[in-house]
């Protein structure tokens, strides 16, 4: 029952995102070939909305649902890693027509081939884990 408010939450998320239709393959494909400004749209609002977020969690130092205060820890900064991390998530993102929070709301949709998608994701955040150490970062 404490998991209620996540998976309410959860739900909400599914039905903005299919309302916006930011899980729409055609809306994803406009994009990519910058016919539209939908999604950018979508995308900056999130970004301003996860800002906002995560500034009120530093202000009011918020607790996790363990009662642990939230931290926010500085990562290093390398242009590649974030270049090629990209590079990777967007070839991805065009290939599959699906980003990764959207792909559990296009299975509640009906479109269960996308789970093809969420074993392939999973597949390789595993095998990253596997690789990192022998990774440059």
């Known amino acids: 029952m404490k998991y209620f408010k996540y998976l309410a939450v959860g ?21 990519f070939r910058f016919q539209s400004f939908h999604m950018y749209g979508i995308i900056g609002t999130a970004l301003a909305v996860g800002v906002t977020i995560t500034a009120l969690i530093k202000k009011f130092k918020m607790k996790d649902i363990n009662g642990n205060t939230i931290q926010f820890y500085d990562k290093d900064f390398s242009v590649s890693r974030y270049l090629f ?16 929070g959207p792909m559990f709301t296009l299975v509640g949709n009906g479109f269960t081939v996308v789970i093809v998608l969420i074993l392939s994701a999973v597949l390789g955040t595993f095998t990253y884990g596997v690789l990192r150490d022998k990774l440059p970062h």
Do not use: D, H
């Open 85 to 100: 991390g990209g590079m990777i998530f967007g070839l991805g993102w065009a290939l599959s027509g699906a980003c990764p």
């Open 11 to 31: 739900i909400l998320f599914g039905i903005i995102m299919t309302k916006s239709e930011a899980v729409s393959w055609y809306r994803i494909q406009e994009m």
